[in-house]
């Protein structure tokens, strides 16, 4: 069993084997609208949510205010779970969200307005495996990840992954020891990476903890034998980003915006901005101005440069025309 | 012989030196790696021209040389990483390149850096200088030739569009909103069905609007300028062929390595030096300077003296002075001592708890009430920041003062009072004086804790991005309710998240190299004070 189960994984990277994985460039969809100017804005922005979009929103607020000078904007990222209750209170217009709203928040929102929230989905964040850029390997399963990295291994397998050469690579890399890096428990990445890849299980202890999504991929440079989890943004000529498949024998894809966007990459997530609407009447200007900015060429391209995916111009499309 | 080698203490001796010696080595060592990582960035390397054997080419600069054992054919091979910039075009700022790979090398003279607004640096070539589409200059000798006047340009014209910004627009954006404010003041404290708060409200309303055309004026004089200024562009071309237009006025710095000499690339060098010290970051803290980090990391650290030094040294006057000597202030000292060793972490979270949302809260709903649910005192800021380090490095304050007023001599303290002097006249004019080196020695060692922390700060007012420093040229001028910037949570920020680390890392060295210089400027000028202090007061040598 065990053993078929190393034979269709060392043939899907065979398969892959030849095409080798380089560094793509990140580049918005060129049908995507430009954002345009109108007159009589003003206010202040008021944004409570998630961490891991507090970069995201502080530049699109920078984009913003060049323009329209006089808008003032706070932004506050304390978590995602901190979002529903200020749009319900009404301390923000914007609740960003790197996660859906549940059943219970979006019930108690309902309860108080009428009506559901409004979901913009603003970029699209995968999760990429990196490993050292001189190590051979091209792609993996959800379930060898699930060997690799947990301790309880719910995908499957029956015995720990622990060296390179039980993912097939030979040669002097057959008996290197893998070396884990993975994220800290605060962090949102830690969690959405145990409860898709590891199937809710639980990380191996040897998995070495860093403050940062930046020093993850800088320990998998450093350490020829590493591997680890982080954004696809966090790339670097250092590492590589290998290909996922979501189960052993399937076929694997590297986490490029058309796989992403296409649903083949199994480690990718809407990050999203709540907003309160009300159906049937226009926005809050300031609100919509907004948005439409974040939907814009240039909204996006800060999406590219803080390390998140770009929407594809048919989503965004949709969400224009739910706003407008 | 053995016996005696050991009895003799020589080899005490050597342990003891050692140790100092290790010590010294890791000190050395750490300030070394700091040196050369921070201070090579700003340095103008050359561009190099790789020409491929599949025909393709590369032009960078050489950032690391190494040898490994390639995979598939288990040879050594020689590679090195080039900066290529370009992150618009390419994706990354740095690849790597084989040895074997390269069938030819040469240095084009007419290779451009540019530092720009955004996307990082760019290196290539500039084809054509155009204003308004129409080519002021269409060849790269022309265009050398003029760009420089045409950038002088630009950089004034950013200059101007800068203070329109921040001046009259910032401060007519912050009239409006207090103007906004009153309002609400007045809707919330008065009854608007009166004549008189009818009265009071179309006031207020008057004159929103009269500070609303104001503020349109100058925002359409604004949009004219960045139009205007955007006109002029340069046409930029890559090595490999490709092309973008680009607002001269998006470009910062622009130079030709391969040109320069060597007084030239210092000139440079020093300029570079000089826009990190004093510039505002760029593209979310990579690029650009860090001006505001060491503003408000000074900035709080003289707050958190002002706050920490006198209470300090009033308590360890009480409890060496005044208080009875007994269980009950040696069980204050104790605490006092044990408060040192408490975590930082556990400080920031009093300060979270007790000033921001205990104390800032209370403050809001009294004073800001109009401006809730949005707080001002009730969330973190410079205020709130440095008390809490104050709380931190108040032990260190005590303890030194403490040790400084046991060590002034009996007989001193008896001379005075036997002159007829009162108890505080002899502790004000005598003790406290020939204390003060010791009180300034707690001051250094509070201030080097204080600057070098970064966790406790994190909960009570650090910002990645402030977007106005706390101290400038609007009224009340200190702005004590802002959210600040700091160079070890810089350091913290930049190291560990940003998108693009393998670019942003100089600067993190950078960063680190400044930050331990000015705790060492702080340090110094504590100490020579301190000896002046010392020669003056040097009663206890008597």
Not at chain 2, 126 to 131: E, G, Q
Not at chain 2, 210 to 236: P, V
Not at chain 2, 273 to 283: K, M, Q, T
Not at chain 2, 445 to 467: D, F, H, N, S, Y
Request: proline share 5%.
């Amino acid at each position: 069993m065990f053993k078929k189960k190393i034979l269709i994984a060392a043939l899907s990277l065979l398969a892959l084997g030849s095409t080798t994985l380089q560094a793509q460039k990140i580049s918005v969809d060129p049908a995507l609208p430009e954002y345009k100017k109108v007159s009589g804005i003003s206010g202040t922005i008021n944004s409570i949510g998630s961490d891991t979009m507090n970069n995201l929103m502080t530049l699109w607020a920078e984009g913003f205010a060049k323009y329209y000078p006089n808008v003032r904007v706070q932004v506050e990222g304390k978590g995602s779970s901190t979002a529903p209750p200020a749009l319900i209170a009404g301390t923000a217009q914007f609740g960003p969200m790197s996660r859906t709203m549940k059943k219970g928040e979006i019930d108690k929102f309902e309860k108080k307005f009428g009506y559901k929230p409004t979901a913009v989905p603003t970029s699209i964040d995968a999760l990429a495996v990196y490993v050292n850029k001189d190590n051979p390997l091209t792609g993996l399963s959800l379930q060898q990840i699930d060997a690799i990295f947990s301790k309880t291994r719910r995908g499957g397998y029956d015995h720990a992954i622990t060296r390179w050469g039980e993912l097939g690579l030979t040669g002097p890399w057959a008996n290197k020891p893998i070396s884990l890096y993975g994220r800290n428990s605060a962090s949102g990445t830690y969690g959405y990476f145990k409860k898709h890849a590891l199937f809710k299980g639980d990380y191996k202890d040897s998995v070495k903890e860093q403050p940062g999504s930046a020093s993850v991929v800088q320990g998998i440079s450093e350490d020829k034998y590493g591997i680890g989890y982080s954004g696809i943004g966090y790339i670097t000529s250092g590492v590589k980003a290998i290909a996922l498949g979501k189960k052993d024998g399937q076929k694997q894809y590297t986490p490029t915006v058309e796989n992403v966007t296409a649903g083949k990459y199994p480690l990718a997530r809407f990050l999203y901005l709540y907003i309160n609407k009300a159906p049937n009447r226009p926005l809050d200007p300031l609100v919509r101005e907004f948005c439409l900015f974040i939907l814009s060429k240039e909204g996006q391209q800060v999406v590219v440069k803080d390390g998140y995916l770009p929407l594809p111009a048919k989503v965004v499309n949709k969400t224009r025309a739910l706003i407008q | 012989m053995k016996k005696t080698f050991f009895t003799s203490g020589t080899p005490f001796i050597w342990l003891t030196g050692l140790a100092a010696a290790l010590g010294l080595l890791m000190i050395v060592g750490l300030l070394l790696l700091i040196l050369v990582n921070g201070l090579g960035i700003f340095w103008p390397q050359n561009l190099q021209q790789f020409t491929l054997k599949d025909g393709s080419v590369v032009l960078g600069e050489v950032w690391e040389k190494e040898t490994h054992d390639n995979y598939d054919t288990g040879r050594e091979e020689t590679r090195y990483r080039i900066k290529t910039a370009n992150r618009d075009f390419y994706g990354l700022d740095f690849r790597w390149l084989k040895e074997d790979d390269i069938s030819e090398r040469q240095m084009p003279p007419t290779a451009w850096v540019l530092e720009r607004q955004a996307w990082g640096q760019f290196f290539g070539f500039i084809i054509r200088l155009s204003n308004n589409g129409v080519a002021l200059a269409s060849d790269e000798l022309n265009v050398a030739a003029q760009l420089p006047e045409w950038h002088e340009k630009m950089l004034a014209a950013a200059d101007e569009i800068h203070q329109l910004e921040k001046g009259s627009i910032g401060s007519i954006s912050m009239q409006i909103e207090n103007m906004r404010l009153e309002k609400r003041k007045v809707i919330l404290r008065r009854d608007t069905t009166t004549a008189s708060g009818r009265a009071a409200l179309r006031r207020v309303d008057e004159e929103l609007a009269s500070l609303e055309r104001q503020y349109q004026e100058l925002e359409k004089e604004l949009m004219q300028r960045i139009t205007d200024s955007r006109a002029i562009t340069i046409t930029l071309r890559t090595i490999d062929g490709q092309e973008k237009e680009l607002p001269l006025i998006d470009v910062v710095r622009m130079w030709q390595p391969n040109r320069m000499s060597a007084p030239e690339k210092a000139g440079l060098y020093a300029a570079r030096v000089w826009e990190f010290l004093s510039g505002e970051p760029r593209e979310a803290n990579m690029e650009g300077g860090v001006f505001p980090a060491i503003f408000g990391t000074v900035l709080m650290v003289i707050l958190m003296s002002i706050a920490a030094v006198p209470i300090g040294v009033l308590t360890a006057v009480y409890l060496r002075e005044y208080a009875k000597q007994g269980p009950v202030v040696r069980a204050v000292r104790i605490a006092v001592n044990n408060m040192a060793g408490v975590p930082s972490i556990v400080y920031g979270i009093f300060g979270l708890g007790f000033f921001v949302y205990t104390v800032g809260g209370t403050i809001d709903q009294l004073f800001y009430s109009e401006a809730l649910p949005s707080p001002t005192f009730g969330t973190g800021g410079i205020l709130w920041a440095s008390l809490t380090l104050a709380l931190l490095t108040l032990p260190v304050v005590v303890v030194a003062t403490e040790e400084g007023l046991a060590a002034v001599p009996r007989s001193i303290r008896d001379g005075s009072l036997a002159l007829g002097a009162t108890k505080f006249e002899t502790l004000w004019r005598i003790i406290l004086p020939s204390t003060s080196p010791a009180i300034l020695t707690g001051t250094i060692l509070a201030i080097a804790r204080a600057a070098g922390e970064v966790a406790p700060l994190m909960v009570t007012g650090v910002v990645k991005l402030a977007p106005s420093l706390p101290l400038d040229s609007t009224f009340p001028y200190l702005h004590l309710e802002r959210k600040f910037m700091h160079l070890g949570f810089h350091i913290y920020d930049v190291g560990f998240q940003s998108p693009n680390v393998e670019a942003a890392l100089p600067i993190v060295y950078a960063t680190t190299l400044l930050l331990v210089l000015i705790i060492l400027t702080l340090n110094l000028t504590a100490i020579l004070l301190r000896n002046r202090l010392y020669a003056r007061f040097s009663v206890t040598k008597i």
